[in-house]
């Protein structure tokens, strides 16, 4: 039987050399890519999916990814955020939304995401979507690659600067 989920709110997965620290953390590492190649990649594996989605949860599970201009959590602005929502029934949702930084997009940091400032020309603020965001991932225990060190700290900036609380805890 799988095993059910840490009760915190804040679920993520780091880099490791060539280790993951339990089962339970490589599962999560494995639920987190199918979640999002099947969402956003159209791609399926249904014989490893049958066992990889039978967690039970006690809230649902936001799976997500953002793009950014670059690396420093302070200055760089969001260019795409991607979201699985999974529900405790089982019911999923998808979201992805593009988003215009205000700022340009390195050349640089275009050939590792491909997004251009083209792309986004005509894409929402963030502060015109963060409520809608606010709401999304409200309740929701979040999950994803490098959460804690990139993604979550992005995002709170971001919606400091929108005004908007964002609660982790």
């Known amino acids: 039987q799988c ?8 679920r993520y ?6 280790q993951v620290s339990s089962a339970e953390e490589l599962r999560f590492i494995f639920l987190n890519i199918l979640l999002l190649l ?3 990649c159209g791609y399926s ?12 949860l006690d809230r649902p599970l936001a799976v997500f ?9 302070r200055t760089d602005r969001v260019v795409e955020i ?10 999923r949702e998808s979201f992805v939304f593009r ?15 491909g997004i251009t400032d083209a792309d986004v020309a005509d894409s929402p603020r963030f502060e015109s979507i963060a ?21 979550i700290p992005v995002l709170i900036e971001e919606f400091l600067r929108a005004n908007i609380k964002f609660d982790v805890d």
């Open 13 to 18: 997965t780091e880099a490791r050399k060539t």
């Open 38 to 40: 099947r969402a956003f």
């Open 99 to 113: 988003i215009n930084p205000g700022i340009p997009i390195p050349a640089e940091v275009t050939k590792i995401h």
């Open 45 to 56: 594996f249904p014989s490893m999916e049958k066992d990889a989605f039978k967690w039970k």
């Open 82 to 91: 991607a979201i699985v929502k999974l529900m405790p029934k089982g019911k």
């Open 65 to 73: 990814d953002i793009e950014a201009t670059g690396i420093n959590i």
């Open 131 to 151: 409520k809608q965001l606010s709401e999304i991932l409200e309740g929701c225990d979040l999950g994803g690659y490098n959460l804690i060190h990139f993604d």
């Open 3 to 10: 095993p059910r989920l840490p009760s915190s709110r804040v």
